[in-house]
């Protein structure tokens, strides 16, 4: 039913650029709330950026400035635009849709918390090196 697809996870230098999407089927739903997560070897799954369907986005202290979060209302797509990579960025990076709306999550500040979400892709890797 409910897919989720990332794409566009490689090895990049430190200071370079890449940019994830995440292609979602099986479902048509204006109003969403979806996010970006990652996990590095030995660490927990820890959210990156998260965005509303009104535009509101969240992001982790440690990307702020760097990482931008969109969502392609056409193309049914989350992008994650990341530039500026350090090392520490290195690893899974996982799309993830709540399927419902934003504002419980919004209210309670779980917006970033992995437990607020319900779908999940397969994961793409991301590696940079120094």
């Known amino acids: 039913q409910v897919q989720l697809v990332e794409s566009g996870g490689g090895s990049v230098q430190s200071g370079g650029s890449l940019r994830l999407s995440c292609a979602a089927s099986g479902y048509t739903y204006s109003n969403y709330c979806m996010g970006w997560f990652r996990q590095a070897p030995g660490k927990e799954r820890e959210g990156v950026a998260a965005i509303q369907s009104d535009g509101n986005t969240n992001y982790a202290d440690a990307v702020k400035g760097r990482f931008t979060i969109s969502h392609d209302n056409f193309k049914n797509t989350l992008n994650l635009q990341m530039n500026s990579l350090k090392p520490e960025d290195t690893a899974m990076y996982y799309c993830?849709?709540?399927?419902?709306?934003?504002?419980?999550?919004?209210?309670?500040?779980?917006?970033?918390?992995?437990?607020?979400?319900?779908?999940w892709g397969q994961g793409t890797q991301v590696t940079v090196s120094s």
């Open positions: 993830a849709d709540r399927f419902s709306s934003c504002w419980v999550a919004w209210k309670y500040g779980y917006m970033l918390n992995r437990n607020e979400y319900n779908y």
